[in-house]
């Protein structure tokens, strides 16, 4: 089932274009226009948690829409930042094209990508440090506990 870049960007369009209407403060959708990053942060737990329940039970067709949920909770993310001006959809996949690259430089062109170290499996090599260090467990009290085993 491969798409085409070209087919991939229409999809990825068609639905930043979507929440684009949902937000928009003239004839947005209400509720969509109330949420706030601490607002839907408690959605997208329980999208991942949806996910999850989707490969466990092997059934593909669940887990597509269920990845389509999660992936729409980056999107409002992603307008949210935007309406802050702080980040966007784009500057997201950037971003994490970027972080993938350095963490998997064997799949780039470049010469350290010849280098023993760079040809260790992704999961044997050296994790760099990305960001602020993760808050403890703790701080996930807030959110809704797993589902059930």
């Known amino acids: 089932m491969p798409s085409s870049p070209s087919c991939s960007a229409r ?3 068609r639905l930043l274009s979507i929440m684009d209407r949902l937000r928009d403060p003239q004839g947005g959708c209400p509720w969509d226009l109330e949420q706030s990053f601490a607002t839907i942060a408690p959605h997208t737990i329980e999208e991942a948690y949806e996910v999850v ?3 466990e039970s092997g059934d593909r067709a669940s887990l597509k829409d269920e990845l389509g949920d999660l992936l729409f909770q980056v999107v409002f993310y992603a307008r949210l930042g935007k309406e802050e001006d702080c980040f966007d959809f784009e500057s997201i996949a ?3 094209s970027e972080k993938m690259l350095r ?3 064997h799949v780039s062109a470049t010469p350290t ?3 023993p170290l760079a040809r260790l499996p992704p999961g044997k090599q050296p994790k760099p ?4 260090p993760r808050r403890t467990p703790e701080h996930w ?3 809704p506990p797993p589902y059930p085993p």
């Open 11 to 13: 999809a990825i369009d």
């Open 53 to 55: 329940e989707a490969i």
């Open 94 to 96: 950037e971003a994490i």
């Open 103 to 105: 963490r998997h430089p």
């Open 113 to 115: 990508s010849r280098t």
């Open 129 to 132: 440090p990305s960001g602020p």
């Open 141 to 143: 009290t807030a959110y």
